[in-house]
């Protein structure tokens, strides 16, 4: 229902808190996964998301030690690190040296304006956390049944599981790229890759509203051996798995409700 990638995502979510008295948010839906801990069909839900499409492109010939554009004025920074597309060359083994024009881009955090802040006063927010509580209470999905079949004939040979996890990251970009995956993983420790979430996320954090992601992952990123993406064949039975954990976390999030109100 938010449409597809950050922009819609984010216009869906702010009209949802403007006409609706919600008390909190629950978003859920597939995702491809850079965590190799993880596995297709299962459902991870992240502490902390973050947008990782908002880059500050540093010019050629500039490097780490360089002050980027702007960033004196406290528009970027450097603190949240940068990916370098020398490092991805191919077939530079013979070379003493190599480069690339592309150089490099550097990750930056989202400027927001909370509603508990100062009106006009911009803060600066890259993870966002999600609601403490909602995530006490998706800690007890462990152990929860999820679907590992599509049909009589197409199973996975494994019992897909539910798992909290530290970090997921959202871009408007479609991921199916096996080094991105890897460089991801390794710089930001993250499990589930989508296109819609961070956008939630922000929104949320800046309208103080409680906020959890659920979703399910339905292919590898592009981590995988197969030569399509998995998320032709088990996006279905993700979007399956995804469902069921959301049922049962807001069984156990009413119960949790009714005890915190006693």
Known sequence: MTGLSVI????TT??????FDGK??????IAGNANPALRIGD???PLYWAHTGLWNWQRYGQGPEDELAFESDGDYTRKIGYLRFANYTVKAAACASHDNLLNNVWYQSEEVFPVTGTPEERQHAFWIPVSYAYFAVARQLKGLKLESCINATTCLNYTPSVNTVFRGI???IRLDNAAYRSFIYRKFQVSPVDMETASVALVCHQQ?????????LSDLAGGGSAESNEADTFSSLAADNAVAVVVEFIKNLSSSMLYWQD
């Open 8 to 11: 819609n995502a984010a216009i």
């Open 24 to 29: 909190g948010v629950i978003h859920y839906g």
């Open 208 to 216: 103080n509203t409680s906020f959890i992601a659920i979703r399910a």
């Open 43 to 45: 459902v991870a839900i």
């Open 14 to 19: 702010q009209l949802l808190l403007s006409f």
């Open 170 to 172: 959202s871009a408007g």
